[in-house]
């Protein structure tokens, strides 16, 4: 629903709600909170709210940190959970300088930018996200374990599913709040789960990732497990992605979908998938950027590992699904759920656009198993590997001028510098399996 500011006052009043949290993302994608009361929503409608900048992640420097936030009244909406009397509402905003300029280092801003690209050159861009996690148990102070109750109740004859339990809730509230889920299902791995919801234009989808993450979070915790979007809790078992649908709109339908061609797929279908394939290995260190995320990026469980696309097969890169007509898209496999889906919509789309200008072809599509293919047989066919770390994909993103332009100056400065010092911190801990391996053995 596209709410305009009037909409806003008539809804805290006929809600009763009682106080408004201001929302917007770091540049990791953390959501952040600025709770007002009811009596400011006046002042924060009127985009007068200001914040400490330099208190946020990746966002100014101490002696550049008066902030305003926007609130963009069409995010309006009341979490149900809480009770009517003294409900609480949210606002996503929009983070703008002093100076009445939005701010540059603003992820949502980035993906603005992206979008106002792709509407000049006549599209819109539609995503429909599966964003998967897990739901284990905390131990006795509250803390998260990767103990799941799934295994907990592996030879139970009677099994009481808290995660069931817990997914039906966060369905129910997600409903409540605006999304059209789709469906949610258990996921390959125990205790892991996804709910997949409706594709939308990718403002609104970006903003449901970071609300869907959080209202996953706030449900598990009332059910008393936690959730968790890291990419591979667990070794040896499936990792979470969160596979990201895409496709583009042009005067109201589907631009990917071209029933004069063979395969049904328009020129610039194939032109987005070349560009989303050529610029790949710097929007992995986006779409990928933990340590973490690379220990999903394995063979086995799924993930992809070779740069391919493919009308059938799960093993590639890109898969474009049977669909056809206004459902005609490409599944982008790799992302997993601890990227900021502002940056990671605006690294893609961008990647789509620069195909679409450029008229890159993408390499013929392989229907074979990948995963079974020889070494050499991979590399006549052309296939490359997707960076294997963190450390190789920021390199990646570093040397990519198209990909770092979408980024700007700003986020691609913070960006690398906050990654450098996460892949200095891991390089140099001890790890358990180091133990396991050398300790006995030297
Ligand atoms: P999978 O078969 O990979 O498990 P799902 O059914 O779980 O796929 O998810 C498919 C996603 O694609 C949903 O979010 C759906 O809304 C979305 N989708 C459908 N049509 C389009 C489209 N034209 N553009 C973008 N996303 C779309
Ligand atoms: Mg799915
Ligand atoms: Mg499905
Ligand atoms: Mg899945
Ligand atoms: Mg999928």
């Known amino acids: 629903p596209l709410f305009t500011s009037d909409d806003v006052r008539t809804m805290v009043k006929d809600y009763g709600v009682k106080f408004v949290r201001l929302q917007f993302t770091d540049i990791f994608g953390?959501?952040?909170n600025v709770s007002i009361t009811v009596e400011q929503l006046e002042k924060a409608l009127n985009?007068?709210?200001?914040?400490?900048g330099s208190s946020i992640e990746g966002f100014v420097r101490i002696e550049e940190s008066d902030m305003y936030l926007y609130p963009d009244p069409s995010t309006f909406v009341v979490f149900p959970w809480k009770p009517r009397d003294g409900a609480v509402a949210r606002l996503i905003c929009d983070i703008y300088n002093t100076d009445g300029t939005p701010f540059i280092g603003d992820p949502r801003y980035v993906l603005r930018r992206a979008i106002a690209e792709a509407a000049e050159m006549g599209y819109t861009m539609n995503v429909g996200p599966e964003a998967e996690f897990f739901l284990f148990h905390v131990d006795e102070a509250g803390r998260p374990t990767?103990?799941?109750?799934?295994r907990a109740g592996y030879f139970d004859m009677t099994p009481v599913?808290?995660?069931?339990?817990?997914r039906r809730d966060m369905v129910?509230?997600?409903?409540q709040m605006g999304f059209e889920i789709e469906a949610s299902h258990h996921e390959v791995a125990p205790a892991q789960h996804e709910i997949d919801f409706?594709?939308?234009?990718a403002l609104d989808i970006a903003d449901k990732v970071v609300t869907f993450k959080f209202v996953v979070r706030t449900i598990a915790q009332r059910h008393g497990l936690a959730a968790t979007f890291m990419p591979k809790p667990v070794f040896g078992i499936a990792g979470s992605g969160m596979h990201l649908n895409q496709s583009l709109m042009k005067n109201g339908t589907n631009a990917f979908y071209d029933p004069g061609t063979p395969n049904k797929l328009s020129q610039d279908c194939l032109y987005y998938i070349g560009g989303i394939m050529k610029h790949i290995p710097a929007i992995t260190a986006i779409t990928n950027p933990t340590v973490n995320s690379y220990k999903r990026l394995v063979s086995g469980y799924e993930a992809p590992v070779y740069v391919a696309w493919s009308y059938r097969n799960r093993s590639p890169l890109i898969?474009?699904?049977?669909k056809r007509g206004q459902s005609t898209r490409i599944e982008l496999r790799s992302p997993d759920p601890s990227c900021n889906p502002y940056l990671a919509l605006a690294v893609c789309l961008k990647a789509g656009l620069d195909g679409i200008k450029n008229k890159i072809e993408p390499p013929a599509p392989c229907d074979r198993n990948i995963y079974e293919l020889t070494p050499e047989e991979r590399a006549e066919l052309g296939i490359a590997i997707l960076p294997e770390s963190l450390n190789d994909a920021t390199y990646q993103l570093s040397i990519?001028?198209?990909i770092t332009d979408a980024l700007g100056q700003h986020v691609m400065q913070r960006f690398m510098e906050a990654k450098r010092i996460e892949w200095d911190n891991y390089r140099q801990h001890v790890h358990p399996w180091e133990l396991e391996q050398y300790l006995s053995k030297f």
């Open 47 to 52: 985009n007068e709210l200001m914040f400490d």
């Open 30 to 32: 953390v959501l952040k």
């Open 400 to 402: 990519d001028p198209v």
């Open 198 to 201: 409706k594709y939308s234009d």
């Open 161 to 166: 599913d808290l995660g069931e339990n817990a």
């Open 172 to 175: 129910l509230n997600l409903s």
């Open 146 to 150: 990767t103990i799941t109750h799934d």
């Open 319 to 322: 898969r474009v699904p049977a």
